[in-house]
Structure formats: C-alpha cells, structure tokens
C-alpha cells in the first residue's frame, strides 16, 4: 500500500473547504496540497441538498468568498447557482486536480516521532483503504452527518399509506403535483420548502411543535443595482458587503440588548405579512436569535400563507395514521406526502475521531483557541463558521489566519504549532452554549469548551475575529512552536499532547 504525502491536507471540497484551498495556494504555491472529499464533486452541502426551493438563507455579497465577488441582482441564491459558484472558484484557482473523492475518513492520528498526520482514507467505490500523511490538517466538513439528517420515530408511522420524505435524502425528480403535504418543522428548511412545494402541490401544511421568527426581505437589490449604473462593480460589491455585514451584526445585536421589543416587532412584523392566519403560529417561545431568524425572499413563505396555498398548525404529534398526522388536539392533517423538516444530525469533524500517537482524544475537554484551533492538538485547523452572520465570513478570515500561521512557522523554521493552557482556563460551558435550536441542543454533549476569555472563548462576533485573526500578532505566548530537531531531541517532547 502507497501513502500520499502532502504540506497540508484540507478536509471537504464544500464552500469552507475550497475558500480555505484558494488562500494557502494563492498565498503558498510551493506547498503541496489535497482535499479530501466524500461526494463525487465539488459544493459539499450545496451539492447534498436538493429538495424544492434550496437556496442561501444568507446575502450573498457577505455569503461569497471576498476574494471572489458574487455579481447578481438577486440578493438571496439558489443551491445549484451557488453548487456552480464553487466549482468555477475550484477552477478559477487551479483546485480541481487537487480534490480526491470519494473518501471516507474515519480517523487521524497524529504521530509525535514523525510530526506528522496519518490519514487511512476508504475509498468507498473501490472498497480500497488509501493512506495520506501530512504536515498540516485542516477541517472543512462542516458539523453535520451527510449520511442522515436528524429523523425522529413518530407513532404509527409504518401505517401511513402514503410517502415520508426527509428534505436530505431528496428523491431525484420527485413529482408531487397535485398532492396534499405537511411539512412537518419550522426552521429554515421549511420556510423554504413550504412555498416551493406550494407551487405545485394542492396544499401545502407546516406543522410546527413552536413557531419560528420569519422575516420578508427583498430578494432584488435595487440599492446596488443603481449603484452599478454609475459605479464599478468591484466597488458597488465591496460597499455592499460592508453595508449587509454592518446590517447583520446591528440586527443581532439590537435583538440582543433589547429582546422584548425586537419580539414584538418580529410579531407584527410576521402578523401583518399574513393576516388570516392565527397569530399563535408566528408567537415563538424563545428570544430572536437565540436561534437563527428565517429569511423568506420577497416575503415568498406569506405569499403561500395568503393565497390559501399554504397553511399552519401548532401543535404535537400523537400519532400517525393511514391517512396523516392525528395531533395531540386531536386535529388530523390529511397527507399524501409528508415532509420530515427536523433538522440536521450534528457531527463533528466530518465524523472523524482523532488521535494523538494512537491515543483518541476527547474533544468534550477541549477548548477551541480563537474559534479555529483545538487545545493540545497539533497542526490542526477547524473551520467553523457563524451562528449569527454567513458561514463563509469564518472561512475568509479563517483562511488567511492559516496562511499568517503558516508564515509565522516558516520565519520561525518550525514544523509544528500547538495551542496550550498553561493557566487552567477551561469551563463547563460549550462552545456553543446559548444557541439553542433543536440540533445544537441534541449535540451538546459532543462539542468543545470554552475557556474563560482571551483566545479559548468563541465571540461569534466578526469584527472582533477579523482583528484577532487578520491583524494581531500570530505569536501570543499560548501558541507553541517546535522544530523537527526539537522534537528529536533526547528526552524532549515538545509537541506530544495529552489526549
């Protein structure tokens, strides 16, 4: 068997995967690179996700890479326009031939003698186990299970006659005109799905344990869109993004510091898009932001709600039938479809367990060092990305942390960087505590720490991470750097980390 060797190895050929891979090439031509991937192409989630209406639920002036402005009217993205948008980055920035598919990875062992990774990798077509090592890893596998979403077991449900669908599992050119469907959810899954299918099919019903805060936003940027009559489009891009990212953070914040009023106006806001429909479906139980708020396109998902297309029912599930849903009030849906919007199954590092000299590592008592890092494990990034603003705004920043990393390391002539608490910051507080949609609740128990401030607590802030990753000094006295000499002297071990 043959090992593949390579400087660093980008885990995920999805949006944080290809973004991170056009900095290190752009920045370090000379450094050998791969990107291991599972599909057989290039989008990752975009690529997975196919179901009726899949689009961004983010702008995609902040949403696109920086490095590659996303030129469109449209102010909200299609699956397959932003599949396609990854792929021409990929190729745009010489990215294709360094994708490797179809790998299945299960674990990465770091080896203190060789200071390097070792990545046994089952190609799944072939059945055949390939093994790459290399200096640097890192993680864009984003935090969900591709293989399954989260599908809870309803009573009763082997005697529906008709078919269970989960938005993940799509089948391919599922026709569904003219059918009763309830679309059972009510984050930002089904938002989207509920209008979609509403097109088509001769009713459309959300069925939702609590409601969710929805917000109509317009899908056409008619501010930018005179702008670029008179301005050129670089600059027309890079003030817009500046704007949507500014009007992100302020909206957040504002939610944050005054709850009750943002509530209420939320309320009124959902009410007034859609009047005949009962105001106790669009009463959430739980503050804005304390989960993400849904965006409906040109208020698309009130639309459905007016034109009697599409309607609401708040209750709980008791149980299945031949012929629908029975709910706890008694109420029964009539379905010939139903659609399972429940969410995602959170995993972690693409499921990939890790090791330290065959040693697996518990990741439940670890801090992350400044959102990107994990404590006491070597030459490991993990691109993580927001709960509060685009996912791809980490990834930027993450990505050119990785390459000031990287030169830092070469200045240096060190060959391994490790993050260490020498001051016992660690809490009981997770990484992601005070978010509390349903699938980070159910994951709790599998997410690193936080520390109790400087680098080891996750701010979910971007302006703070841009200055922290982008600016200050990448030396801080708690990143450690080590040479392959080091290592190799007698009785040192630098680098060798407790698991």
Not at 434 to 451: E, L, S, V
Request: net charge neutral.
């Amino acid at each position: 068997m043959t090992t593949q060797h390579y400087d660093i190895i980008i885990i995920g050929a999805g949006l944080s995967g290809i973004g991170t891979a056009c900095h290190i090439a752009r920045q370090f031509p000379g450094k050998s690179l791969a990107i291991l991937e599972r599909r057989e192409q290039v989008g990752g989630t975009w690529d997975l996700f196919r179901y009726p209406g899949i689009r961004s639920d983010s702008d995609m002036a902040s949403f696109g890479f920086n490095f590659k402005p996303w030129y469109s009217d449209k102010v909200l993205a299609k699956g397959g326009d932003i599949r396609e948008y990854v792929a021409e980055t990929a190729r745009e920035f010489g990215l294709y031939d360094k994708v490797k598919y179809g790998l299945k990875l299960e674990k990465a062992n770091w080896s203190s003698s060789d200071q390097h990774w070792e990545i046994p990798a089952l190609h799944e077509a072939s059945g055949e186990t390939r093994t790459y090592t290399c200096g640097f890893i890192v993680n864009c596998a984003g935090y969900y299970n591709y293989d399954h979403g989260y599908r809870p077991h309803f009573d009763g449900e082997e005697s529906f006659k008709g078919q269970i669908v989960h938005p993940q599992q799509w089948p391919q050119n599922f026709d569904y005109s003219g059918k009763k469907v309830v679309v059972i959810g009510s984050g930002a899954t089904a938002i989207t799905v509920v209008p979609a299918m509403a097109e088509k099919a001769a009713k459309v019903t959300m069925l939702q344990r609590s409601p969710s805060y929805i917000m109509a936003m317009p899908d056409t940027d008619v501010i930018s869109i005179a702008m670029n009559k008179v301005l050129p489009k670089k600059w027309v891009f890079n003030m817009t993004r500046k704007r949507n990212i500014l009007f992100q953070r302020g909206l957040y914040l504002a939610c944050q510091r005054w709850p009750e009023k943002a509530r209420k106006l939320l309320i009124s806001h959902m009410s007034k898009r859609a009047p005949n429909i009962d105001v106790k479906h669009f009463t959430p139980s739980y503050m804005p932001w304390d989960q993400r708020l849904c965006a409906a396109p040109d208020g698309d998902f009130f639309d459905a709600l007016r034109s009697g297309k599409a309607d609401m029912a708040t209750d709980h599930i008791d149980h299945f039938d031949e012929t629908g849903i029975v709910l706890k009030s008694g109420q029964h849906l009539e379905a010939d479809i139903i659609v399972t919007a429940t969410g995602l199954d959170v995993q972690l590092m693409g499921g990939m367990q890790l090791e330290l000299d065959h040693q697996p590592v518990n990741l439940t008592r670890k801090m992350t060092y400044k959102g990107l890092l994990i404590q006491d494990i070597p030459n490991y990034g993990w691109i993580f990305g927001y709960t509060n603003a685009p996912w791809t705004l980490k990834s930027d920043i993450g990505g050119q942390y990785l390459c000031r990393l990287f030169a830092e390391m070469e200045k240096r002539g060190s060959t391994v960087a490790t993050p260490v608490d020498h001051h016992n910051n660690l809490t009981e507080v997770g990484m992601l505590d005070g978010f509390a949609p349903g699938y980070i609740n159910r994951a709790k128990d599998r997410m690193p720490r936080q520390g109790r401030g400087g680098p080891w607590k996750v701010t979910m802030h971007y302006g703070q991470d841009k200055k922290l990753l982008t600016e200050d000094p990448v030396y801080d006295g708690i990143l450690e750097f080590a040479g392959r000499e080091a290592a190799r002297a007698n009785n040192v071990e630098p680098i060798r980390a407790s698991a």
